[in-house]
């Protein structure tokens, strides 16, 4: 039996609550460090919900604090989220009929979590859909932009952030995301492309580490796409 939007929204949203802990929590670490780049609440509340990558607004924020400019760091962030086009191609079902503002808002709430608690409901049989989807976006945003301006608002509070060891949250935040990401070994030779270019191109040929990532995210993207990762 299906479920009124509302209700199948609600459902969404109740059942990724669990995963939504562990984006609070690299949510609070990347707000602690993107103080350091000058960021202020505002600024990074809007950022969350404009763009609402986690990882790719870690990238473009430390590519920020590292020098390498505003277009460097916008391009890494795109490059980082080349995956989502493949994520969004999985499920193009969901969004077969729907009207242009439900696709734009379905394909900007679409995280790994949500896409992939969806499709594990699929699975089990239940009949749940775009709603279901952007009820789990919609708590996942919620929730990242909390934990990030609470982060950054912190960090503003704090006389020296880096002499408590806080350089390192970039890092950790960022480990955290890359663990999330990776499903299996079906997943290893995307990787292994990916961190192959960005090698080749930063210590091979010299490039920006930017510029590698960029490079490594579309190889990494393509080879998803030749072998079927989806």
């Not at 609440?41 to 870690?58: D, H, K, N, S």
């Not at 749940?128 to 919609?138: C, M, Q, S, T």
């Not at 920006?208 to 393509?222: K, M, N, Q, S």
Request: glycine share 14%.
């Amino acid at each position: 039996m299906s479920q009124s939007a509302p209700d199948e929204a609600w459902a969404g949203a109740r059942e990724i609550a669990p995963l939504a802990v562990g984006v609070a929590i690299y949510g609070l670490a990347f707000g602690l460090l993107a103080a350091q780049a000058g960021f202020g609440p505002l600024a990074l509340g809007t950022m969350g919900a404009t763009v609402f990558a986690g990882g790719a607004q870690i990238i473009a924020t430390q590519q920020v604090l590292a020098g390498a400019g505003a277009a460097a760091a916008i391009v890494a962030g795109l490059a980082l989220n080349l995956r989502l086009l493949l994520v969004a191609a999985s499920i193009r079902d969901v969004y077969a009929g729907r009207r242009w503002w439900q696709v734009a808002l379905g394909a900007h709430l679409t995280t790994d979590e949500n896409w992939a608690l969806m499709l594990a409901q699929r699975a089990k049989g239940r009949a749940v859909g775009y709603w279901y989807l952007v009820g789990g976006g919609a708590c996942l945003l919620l929730v990242w932009c909390l934990a990030t301006v609470t982060g950054v608002a912190f960090a503003q509070a704090l006389p020296e952030p880096k002499s408590l060891g806080m350089d390192f949250a970039f890092t950790a935040a960022f480990i955290a995301i890359a663990r999330s990401l990776w499903k299996g070994r079906r997943d290893l030779l995307p990787w292994l492309t990916a961190i192959g270019i960005v090698a080749l191109a930063t210590h091979g040929l010299g490039l920006a580490p930017a510029w590698g990532l960029v490079l490594g995210g579309v190889a990494g993207a393509a080879m998803a796409g030749v072998v079927g990762r989806d």
